[in-house]
């Protein structure tokens, strides 16, 4: 098992940064292919970006791309999102996922592992 446990969220201005951090125990995260997704009230889930677990690639949703960067810090266990020029559309809870094979998959079918997400909200 592994548990994941997102912070950083917060109340930002539009144009304005954050950076969400999940950490993660029971198990080291390496093995894992890393995923953030966001759910917006009344929407459904959006995948917003994924790390591979060698941290060699990552892709992102079109929304986001260019303005959030994906990263992590296998020896504290520890995937980061940076969010730069924030929109108010960004407005959602911020989830974490960890997916244990299918790295491409993590899109549709997100991950193994969830954390209970993080309220980003983002005022015009």
């Known amino acids: 098992q592994v548990q994941l446990v997102e912070s950083g969220g917060g109340l930002v201005q539009a144009g304005g940064s954050l950076r969400l951090s999940c950490a993660a125990s029971?198990?080291?995260?390496?093995?894992?292919?890393m995923g953030w997704f966001r759910q917006a009230p009344g929407k459904e889930r959006q995948f917003v970006g994924a790390?591979?677990?060698?941290?060699?690639?990552?892709y992102y949703a079109d929304s986001v791309k260019g303005r959030f960067t994906i990263s992590r810090d296998n020896a504290k266990n520890t995937v980061y999102l940076q969010m730069n020029s924030l929109k108010p559309e960004d407005t959602a809870v911020y989830y974490c996922?960890?997916?244990?094979?299918?790295?491409?998959?993590?899109?549709?079918?997100?991950?193994?592992?969830w954390g209970q997400g993080t309220q980003v909200t983002v005022s015009s």
């Open positions: 996922a960890a997916r244990s094979s299918g790295y491409s998959l993590m899109r549709t079918y997100g991950g193994d592992y």
């Open positions: 029971g198990r080291p995260i390496s093995p894992y292919h």
């Open positions: 790390i591979s677990s060698s941290a060699y690639s990552a």
